[in-house]
């Protein structure tokens, strides 16, 4: 069979009452790093966060939860227990899941 290919700039969609979503709201620096990695989140929708670090197999690394957020959030990561290569980060802010990912040098 056939089927159709469409491409979304910017890609969102709905599942299980969860919008995904790649923003310009999660920044993640220095990216490619080395050891320490800085999260910034701009325009929070929800005053609790959660951020979650995965490897490559979806094992969950690291997982932080933050309450009392208003409006930003910044936070470290210090992977240097951990080999090179990339690891994603899922954002939960409310109802808005956004991923990210990071490469370690």
Same mark, same amino acid.
């Given at each position: 069979? /056939?089927? @159709?290919? *469409? #491409?979304?700039?910017?890609?969102?969609? !709905?599942?299980?009452?969860?919008i995904y979503?790649?923003? %310009?709201?999660?920044?993640?620096?220095?990216?490619?790093?080395?050891?320490?990695?800085?999260?910034?989140?701009?325009?929070?929708?929800?005053? /609790?966060? @959660?951020? *979650? #670090?995965?490897?490559?197999?979806?094992? !969950?690394?690291?997982?932080?939860?933050f309450e009392?957020? %208003?409006?930003?959030?910044?936070?470290?990561?210090?992977?240097?227990?951990?080999?090179?290569?990339?690891?994603?980060?899922?954002?939960?802010?409310g109802d808005?899941? *956004?991923?990210?990912?990071?490469?370690?040098?």
């Amino acid at each position: 069979g /056939t089927f @159709d290919l *469409i #491409l979304n700039k910017n890609p969102v969609g !709905i599942e299980d009452d969860f919008i995904y979503q790649k923003s %310009s709201s999660l920044s993640i620096f220095p990216n490619p790093g080395k050891d320490i990695f800085n999260l910034r989140l701009e325009n929070a929708e929800s005053s /609790t966060i @959660d951020v *979650i #670090l995965y490897n490559l197999s979806g094992q !969950i690394l690291k997982q932080k939860h933050f309450e009392g957020i %208003s409006e930003s959030l910044f936070t470290r990561f210090d992977l240097s227990e951990h080999p090179g290569g990339v690891y994603h980060i899922r954002v939960l802010d409310g109802d808005r899941i *956004i991923d990210g990912k990071l490469v370690k040098r």
